[in-house]
Each structure stands twice: as C-alpha cells, then as structure tokens.
C-alpha cells in the first residue's frame, strides 16, 4: 500500500523509527499528532483531565505496539485514532460506572454535544477530512447524532435507541443507512 | 440466525459490509462480534473491508477542533516509559534486550524496512528484483539515506546511498552488521561514500545479524576493528523478500 499524502508518509517513517526505540522521532510524533488526538479524546470524553488520561495511555501503547504496526491494515493517523479511541471508551465506561458527578457530567455533555458539528476553519482540514465533513453534511441531522453516538461514545444499538426514544430496529436501519450513504458519498469524491 | 452461517457470509458482499461496519463503528457486540473476529483471521479480503471503514470513521476524528495537550501529559508518558530511576542507556544496536522486545517486533521492524524500500525503489528502477535481504537505514530523524540489498545469486551487497547524504572529505562510510548479542562486524567501507556494490560477506546475512548500521570514520575506516569509532549514523534491520 502506498502512503495517501505525505502526512502519512511522515508519520510511517516516524513510527518506524519509535518501533527501533527510538526516543526523538516519538517525541516528534507526539508533538506532530497530539493536538488532533487530543481534541479527538475531548469530544468522546468532554473533561480535560479524563482526555489527558486517554492521550497519555494512548501513547505509551503507541510506545510498545509500534514495532507491530502494519501499514497496509490501516494509515498511521487511523491506526493511532483506533487506540486513542479504545483508551478513551474504556475510560468513559469506568467513569459512568463510577458513582457520582463524573457520570452525570459526561451524559449531559453528550447531550449538547453535535457530533457532526467541525471545525470553524475548513481550510485546516486534510483533504480526507473536508470530504468526510462535506459528505457528513449530506446525511440527515438524526442519522448523523447516531453515528456520533456509537463512534465517540461507544454506544450500542441499544443503547442509542433508548437515548433517542426509537425503536431498536429504527436506530439499526438509520445507522446502516448513513454509513452506506457516507460511503458512496465519499467513493464519488474520489472518483475523478 | 444469519450471522452464525459462514457460508452465507462469503457469498454476502451485502453483508460483509454490513457486518464490517458494524464492527469498526463498535455496534456489533458480544458473540456475534466474536464470531467475526474469527472469520477476520482467516479472511484478509474481509479485514481489507473493515479497514476501509476504520479509515472512513476515523477521518471524524479530524473533524474535531486541534488543542494541544498541557506539558504535564508528555512528562506523565515519559514517566511511564522510565519508571523509577532512569536506567544506564542500553547501547542502541541493542534495543531487543529492553522489555519490549520481541523476535515478533524484530520481524515487523523488517517489513516495515522493506516497505520503505518497495516506496523508494520507484527512483531506483534497477534494483535487482530476485534480491532476497534488503534493509532500509535511516538517521534518527528517521529519514532513510541508504538502502542496502543482499543479492545471494551474485554473491553480491548492492549499496544505494541517496543523493542527499554528505560526508566530509577526511571521513567515510563503515558499514558494519550488527549480531543479536550486539557485536559488530564490519562489512566494509563505502568508496567516495556513494552507491556502490560490496562482495557478499556471508556474515552480513548470517541469521544471528539484528542490524546493519553505517558509522562515521576515518578515511581508513575505524581504527578499532571490534567496532565503531565515530558516530552511527543510520541503522536498519534486514528483511526477507
């Protein structure tokens, strides 16, 4: 597999030498990725001490597990969005089964949280993210909320249903229908 | 229940998809989730199908506003990474005598090399393709700067140093192999430190060699024939092709 851009070409030469040990380029990679991945982990977990923990356990496994990174399974940047995503889910189910504040605050900010709402400035963007951010546009504002739901909150079928006040079956057919339609929606951006 | 019957799985691409996105959005859960993971291991095709929705979904983590992390995150991963007192440096050509180190991470540190080399290969079009070892070596930056290719057929080392790389007229290149117990052997110096084409040293790809490694010496090469005397400059382990 080639690399996408050079973004991934960097950060695959970054990862090869953190998978030698090497102390520099993992800083640089820390230094390259940490912003995105941290303002990632504040959307699944909105308290800045949680997202730190996720960011930091994150990146210690990044530490051990780069030496069997593969890049023809997935991009660097996806690779690493998949294990802060793990670190801060987990974190997430152990502070809503926590009793106490930490629970109530997380649901509520859900609630006000838009999953599909982005960045102010689209100009920011890599080209992959602009077209995700177009093609989420296209995708009705409940199916795009279910899609959030389960991604950053790691919510399941159930689960969404029942914060929505749906039917399970609905939430399910939603969900496929929004995936199926982002993809070809992206599939037609790349088409030339 | 559909999910439990594999042949109608191969024979869905419908469903493939379905239950691939469903795995990676984390919607399929519990036995049918460990159902797929079992099919997965013996279906690349439908780990390419996975993957293409990993990627998609994880695109949404861009969407999200960029904030830097305050310092204390870095100095906690660091302390991490060091508990307790930080121990005297494990010379670098010996990293796999560190915790970490597995004879698996060594393999896949290799197929990242020759990943590399596949990319770099396209502006060295006369590689030879029946080469059977190939290593990528690159600086602590992590750039790669040479690319050295085992030819067993022509008993030949085959040695591409890229343009960018300078070397000062009174020094040279040593390369030099580097054993799994951390003893180098010199496979030679490069003349006038550009691509150039070795014998084949058997024990540059004994399989007790971890690494190859270039260093920085005298025009001579080192004076000390145990080792490097000047600076190691690039380092990379061997592949099989």
Not at chain 1, 51 to 59: C, L, Q
Not at chain 1, 68 to 74: C, D, R, S
Not at chain 1, 85 to 112: V, Y
Not at chain 2, 77 to 83: C, F, G, Q, T, V
Request: glycine content about 6%.
């Amino acid at each position: 597999m080639i690399p996408h851009n050079d973004q991934d070409d960097q950060l695959y030469r970054l990862l090869a030498a953190v998978a030698m040990q090497d102390r520099q380029a993992f800083r640089t990679l820390y230094d390259v990725t940490s912003p995105q991945l941290f303002g990632f982990a504040l959307r699944v977990l909105h308290r800045e001490n949680l997202a730190e923990e996720a960011v930091r356990d994150a990146f210690v496994s990044i530490w051990h597990a780069a030496p069997g990174y593969q890049m023809h399974l997935a991009p660097p940047l996806t690779w690493m969005v998949t294990i802060v995503r793990n670190k801060a889910l987990h974190i997430r189910r152990r502070a809503r089964a926590d009793a106490g504040d930490d629970c109530l605050d997380i649901e509520a900010a859900d609630g006000l949280a838009d999953p599909s709402s982005g960045p102010a400035d689209p100009a920011q963007l890599s080209r992959d993210a602009r077209a995700l951010a177009r093609c989420m546009e296209t995708l009705a504002s409940r199916q795009r909320q279910a899609i959030g739901m389960a991604y950053l909150h790691g919510l399941s079928h159930d689960e969404v249903a029942a914060r929505l006040e749906l039917p399970v079956g609905t939430v399910k057919t939603w969900i496929r229908r929004g995936l199926v339609r982002l993809r070809d929606c992206l599939e037609q951006r790349e088409a030339p | 229940m559909i999910l439990r019957d594999l042949p109608a799985l191969r024979n869905s691409p419908a469903l493939r998809d379905r239950l691939a996105a469903e795995y990676a959005l984390g919607t399929l859960r519990g036995g049918a989730r460990r159902r797929f993971e079992t099919w997965m291991r013996d279906d690349p095709a439908l780990r390419d199908i996975v993957a293409g929705w990993q990627e998609r979904l994880a695109a949404l983590a861009e969407l999200d506003l960029p904030a830097t992390p305050p310092a204390r995150v870095w100095a906690a991963i660091e302390r991490r990474l060091d508990p307790g007192v930080i121990p005297p440096r494990t010379p670098w050509w010996q990293f796999w005598h560190s915790d970490v180190a597995r004879p698996w991470g060594v393999l896949a540190v290799g197929a990242c090399a020759a990943w590399l080399v596949l990319a770099l290969s396209k502006t060295m079009p006369d590689m030879a393709p029946q080469s059977r070892q190939i290593a990528a070596l690159s600086d602590a930056q992590s750039h790669t700067a040479l690319v050295v290719t085992a030819d067993t057929a022509r008993g030949r080392l085959d040695v591409r140093v890229a343009e960018e790389v300078h070397v000062p007229t009174d020094r040279t290149l040593q390369l030099w192999a580097i054993t799994r117990t951390g003893k180098p052997r010199s496979l030679g110096i490069l003349p006038g430190n550009r691509s150039t084409d070795l014998a084949l040293d058997a024990r540059a790809i004994d399989p007790d060699v971890a690494l190859l490694a270039i260093s920085l010496e005298p025009k001579s090469g080192s004076p000390d024939p145990t080792g490097p005397t000047g600076p190691v400059l690039y380092k990379g382990s061997w592949a099989n092709l």
